[in-house]
């Protein structure tokens, strides 16, 4: 072997592989096999036995003792039949493994082939790639062999249950939980994506529509222990509908993804559930996301680089929210510039209706003109226009539902899908006439008002139901469904043509973004967040799907905790966003108006932002677990400078400083403007006291 570096470390990685092959052996009271098929490196190992079931384990970091058991034997990949029997045990028959090298790197490929007594053939492929250690790609693929169609009513992959694990280095809570989760799934009550595992903790977490108006979402859950995650996803470019069970059981968490084919296998017919993957990882639920973002980037989906612009700080004139004037805003205009602000935002209530997307005469009495007088006038105070609108939507009573209902989406009895926060009905993103039409709606924005960004909003366009709309000839209900991200590109592209400096903001209101649709924005939001917790796991949680130099925005921080909170957008490295009003607000109560007190605040956060652009620095989302490590913590390196951003209620203690380079650092409290000593990386801690928030920034001596 030539024994260069590089082949050194690829044979260290395939001794350390080769070394966990075959190593495990079942649990007590299980079949004992001399050789078991596996594949795995240090991180993640999976083996099988002779009827394919499986199990996970992993190597002990203290080296040279027992593995970790992370969960016992089980039938993980299952069908259940329209009879209602659920084949679990296949005979294993074949077994195949060979290196293989692609769209993601050298790697390895193990191949299972098995029968079961149904007379159903199974093959399961499991590939593990270096550049991705601890994450195994998983497809499975049944086969007919009998002479008699079988119904299928559902297949479940990855269905184990992740145990608890008790150690000196994690010993069982004394209260809490064990575990701390990540969900992708959107709900109507627009719960937390990170929480705590507690006793009767359960989700399906449907891929589908969960309401009416609310579905989609990333198609991954992960549950962590202080030592150990175990996540489960799909890897298909296309939204799958899918469930994805995240389920608190005796021993620890039962997990697994699952569909609902509906379909018949005739004889000699195969059926392939979608690609699945299993990941184990170190601290939160951060390195699998990522981890699924660049895979999902080889794969054709990524999200695009943000332009200048995107990284600029957001008024919007939300403050006003429906009554708002073109006077108020033009009032407003002067201390929007003055605070330092880059965007003016023209939100909700300009339009007639949704659907026609009209000015509003008695606002704009001049239609059109009026709109782009209005752009004109934000460009004169050197700010920039952005225009609020929520496509794929259309009330009662607009001209485009009463001259175009062959747009609408239809359920399989015939009925339109309501979109019910607008009051109005879905347009199905899948057929060509909607899709034109709301082309038609950008170059009208973006060409003849000339605003310079368009804030794409609405908790509906996160996913849409399957169109049973005979007029659009969809070849499978599920067009309309998979044709969604296809629909926002076109918005995407037809902007880009117009401007090709255009922010594209996708606000889908408080649901569990959707990977799919991030090829077509280069801006997204907190998207209506209910506490500063979820600005701060939304951010971490996007910054992974979007990398560490997103153009990910707190949204209006009149929404964060005290109605004040920047902290929790400029510690994480997020744009800030504001609605305030100035000079009056007409509104009795609710107001937002700037008061002197309140606009001393503004201005001195909005001028650190401004200063420090942390949201163009690299998010190092690994270094801190936001569930179990106190205080919470997230840090940004920019420029050789490191920015750490501690939240808790009120801490008083040490605080261990993590991912300083070797050297000395200058600690400094950039809010107060205080020294606060220096310390020696690595291993540096700094006994810490403050409430709410602190943001440091470490600067090399």
């Known amino acids: 072997m030539n024994d260069t570096p590089t082949s050194r470390r690829e044979f260290l990685q395939l001794v350390a592989s080769a070394a966990l092959i075959g190593s495990a052996t079942p649990s007590a009271g299980e079949p004992i096999e001399a050789t078991l098929p596996g594949l795995g490196d240090p991180a993640l190992h999976i083996s099988f036995d002779s009827s394919l079931r499986s199990r996970l384990s992993r190597q ?37 493994r060979k290196r293989i090298d692609g769209l993601h790197g050298p790697g390895h490929q193990l191949t299972l082939v098995g029968k079961s007594s149904a007379g159903i053939e199974k093959t399961v492929s499991v590939a593990l790639f270096t550049r991705y250690p601890g994450f195994l790609f998983l497809n ?74 609310y579905g989609g979402g990333i198609p991954i859950v992960d549950a962590w222990q202080r030592s150990v995650g175990l996540a489960v996803g799909h890897l298909e470019t296309r939204p799958q509908l899918v469930s994805l069970p995240l389920i608190a059981s005796t ?12 379909t018949q296998l005739q004889p ?37 680089t943000p332009p200048p612009g995107a990284y600029e700080p957001v008024w919007c004139a939300w403050g006003y929210e429906r009554a708002c004037t073109p006077d108020l805003i033009l009032r407003t205009l002067p201390k929007v510039k003055d605070l330092g602000l880059g965007w003016a935002v023209i939100d ?50 607009s001209d485009l539902l009463h001259d175009h209902t062959d747009m609408l989406l239809l359920d399989a ?62 070849a499978r209900p599920e067009e309309s469904v998979e044709g969604l991200q296809d629909f926002f590109r076109a918005l995407y592209d037809t902007a880009r043509g117009i401007d090709p400096e255009v922010v594209m903001e996708l606000c889908p209101c408080g649901t569990g973004d959707s990977l799919f649709n991030f090829a077509s924005m280069n801006q997204t939001p907190a998207a209506d967040p209910e506490s500063s917790w979820q600005v701060r796991l939304k951010g971490k949680t996007l910054k992974a799907l979007l990398g560490p130099g997103a153009a990910f925005a707190g949204d209006h921080v009149e929404l964060s905790d005290g109605h004040d909170d920047f902290a929790s957008t400029v510690g994480i490295g997020a744009v800030v966003s504001t609605k305030f009003t100035w000079p009056v607000d007409p509104k009795p109560k609710d107001s937002f108006l700037l008061t002197p007190d309140r606009e001393k605040l503004w201005r001195r ?91 440091i920034e470490a600067i090399p001596v």
């Not at 021993?251 to 509906?262: D, L, V």
């Not at 009895?413 to 019910?420: I, K, R, T, Y």
Request: one cysteine or more; a negative charge; glycine letters at 10%.
């Open 60 to 96: 002990s970091p203290q080296g040279g003792e027992p593995e970790i058991v992370l969960s016992n034997w089980a039938a993980t990949e299952t069908l259940l039949l329209g009879t209602g029997e659920r084949v679990a045990l296949f005979a294993l028959g074949q077994t195949t």
């Open 268 to 304: 000699g017919e195969a059926f392939a559930t979608p690609e699945c993957f299993i990941a184990a990882h170190s601290g939160d639920h951060f390195a699998t996301v990522d981890a699924y973002r660049r895979i999902m980037a080889e794969r054709g989906l990524a999200a695009p």
């Open 413 to 474: 009895d015939g009925a339109p899908q309501l979109v019910s926060w607008w009051n109005s009905f879905y347009l199905c993103p899948a057929y060509h006439k909607t899709v034109e039409y709301s082309k038609g709606l950008v170059r009208r924005m973006l060409g003849e008002w000339r605003f310079a960004g368009l804030k794409i909003d609405g908790q509906h366009l996160n996913a849409v139901a399957p169109c049973y709309n005979p007029a659009h000839h969809h």
């Open 140 to 213: 499975v693929t049944y086969r007919n062999l009998s002479d008699q169609p079988i119904a299928l009513s559902d297949w479940r992959n990855a269905d184990r249950e992740f145990l608890t694990l008790t150690s000196p280095d994690q010993p069982a809570p004394a209260g809490g939980s064990a575990f701390w989760s990540y969900c992708g799934s959107s709900h109507q009550d627009r719960r937390d994506w990170v929480q705590p595992v507690t006793p009767g903790f359960e989700q399906d977490n449907f891929m589908g529509m969960n309401a009416s108006d």
């Open 348 to 397: 909700d209530g300009w339009q007639d209706n949704v659907g026609d997307w009209k000015p509003d005469r008695v606002k704009f009495p001049g239609g059109g003109p009026d709109m782009r007088h209005l752009a004109d006038s934000i460009r004169a105070e050197s700010l920039k226009p952005r225009l609020w609108v929520a496509p794929l939507a259309a009330a009662p009573g």
């Open 251 to 262: 021993h620890g968490i039962r997990m697994a993804i699952a569909g609902q084919p509906g």
């Open 605 to 695: 956060w909005i001028a650190l932002y401004n200063e420090r652009q942390l949201p163009k620095g690299k998010y190092l989302g690994g270094l801190y677990d936001i569930g179990f490590d106190k205080p919470e913590t997230h840090v940004i390196e920019k420029s050789g400078r490191f920015h750490y951003a501690l939240y808790a209620r009120s801490w008083r203690g040490p605080v261990n400083l993590r991912g300083l380079a070797a050297g000395r650092y200058r600690l400094r409290d950039y809010f107060h403007d205080r020294d606060l000593g220096e310390v020696q990386a690595p291993g540096a801690v700094m006994p810490l006291e403050f409430e709410r928030f602190l943001v």
